[in-house]
């Protein structure tokens, strides 16, 4: 079975704090992404990641395929940022055609 | 504009009753997917299709059926509905199956079943 591991699970934080999410796995993968639920439940996309680091806007993503490890931080956090963060292995020739999931992060950031 | 919808958005249901769960895309993708999300557990992938006429299992494939006769829809039938399969569901699609592709979610649908 292919483990998909978040933590924290719940986070709250005050608003400018620096936040960081971690997400391992167990499986060798290409690529690894990184969701964003709304409070409302809409879920999309924030990153597609297969090296190194990516950054839009105040998130950043980074992962070490070897390490099986990748890293979700926020800058400057703010109350708009408060979401379920879910990482997600993607279809692989390591993985087959399925996704798997970790079971999310609850971010709660405090004004 | 490009979108993944899906109907209905909430529905409350008796066990036993036969339900369709409607989805569709308008971006031409071709890798389609439902997934439910219970709390605790996260999302789980129920069934997946690759293509037209190409459908597989995902992990909890157990009580629910699919079809993929057109590109653009999706459906996920529930021949036999059970209050374990009351959760939120959500469908997906991507231009392909793979690693390097965003994975477009509808809005959900919250399913009961009684």
């Known amino acids: 079975k292919n483990e998909v591991e978040q933590s924290p699970q719940n986070l709250t934080a005050q608003e400018g704090e620096f936040i960081t999410i971690n997400c391992s796995y167990s499986?060798?993968?290409?690529?690894l992404h990184w969701l964003q639920q709304h409070p409302g439940g809409g879920i999309v996309s924030l990153f597609m990641l297969s090296s190194g680091k990516k950054k839009h806007g105040r998130l950043i993503a980074t992962i070490n395929i070897q390490e099986k490890h990748s890293s979700l931080h926020i800058t400057a956090s703010h109350p708009r940022d408060s979401a379920v963060y879910i990482c997600a292995v993607p279809p692989s020739h390591y993985t087959g055609n399925q996704f798997y999931f970790g079971t999310g992060t609850s971010l709660t950031v405090i004004p | 504009e490009a979108q993944v919808t899906q109907n209905p958005r909430y529905l409350i249901t008796v066990t036993g009753k036969k339900l369709t769960v409607t989805c569709s895309q308008n971006m031409n993708h071709e890798y389609m997917s439902w997934y439910r999300q219970d709390p605790g557990l996260g999302l789980r992938q129920i069934y997946y299709s690759m293509n037209v006429e190409v459908t597989d299992k995902g992990d909890v494939p157990e009580g629910y059926k699919v079809s993929r006769k057109e590109k653009r829809n999706f459906p996920l039938i529930l021949e036999s509905p059970s209050p374990n399969q009351t959760s939120l569901y959500f469908c997906?699609?991507?231009?392909?199956?793979?690693?390097?592709?965003?994975?477009?979610f509808g809005p959900g649908t919250r399913l009961t079943v009684t």
């Open positions: 499986v060798g993968i290409s690529a």
């Open positions: 997906a699609s991507s231009l392909r199956g793979g690693a390097y592709y965003e994975q477009y």
